[in-house]
């Protein structure tokens, strides 16, 4: 039996036994309750940390500037597309960014942290 705080409507804290008199009251399968005790995941949270990660990762030997830009740009577009609810252009744009295999300033051990990058950003967004 849940008993709840609320700050502005919303529910703050949650408890098994009533704190004081007159605390509010809730179903323990409330939707309301339910999205406070499993809040939804901030995908572009996620995916700028995956980004930091991966530049940190590759600190040592950073990609040519060239192609950081052109993966900070995806992070733009994501962005816009996030806002606009657009999963499938999100998805598309990751999958297709590719570094050229002509590319010889780009080493194996960049290309493969790239890839593992680009494996995460979907996974982010269920793909």
Not at 54 to 62: E, I, K, L, R, S
Request: aromatic share 10%; charged share 25%; proline share 6%.
């Amino acid at each position: 039996m849940p008993f709840i705080d609320r700050l502005d409507g919303r529910i703050i804290s949650e408890f098994n036994r009533s704190q004081y008199e007159g605390q509010e009251f809730i179903e323990a399968d409330d939707p309301e309750f339910l999205e406070f005790l499993n809040p939804p995941v901030d995908r572009l949270s996620v995916l700028e940390s995956l980004i930091k990660q991966g530049q940190a990762a590759m600190a040592a030997d950073p990609l040519p500037l060239d192609i950081q830009k052109e993966i900070y740009d995806l992070k733009v577009f994501i962005d816009n597309y996030y806002r606009w609810n657009a999963t499938t252009l999100i998805v598309a744009g990751i999958q297709s960014f590719v570094i050229p295999p002509e590319r010889q300033d780009v080493t194996s051990e960049q290309r493969a942290q790239v890839e593992a990058l680009k494996a995460q950003m979907l996974g982010v967004f269920g793909a």
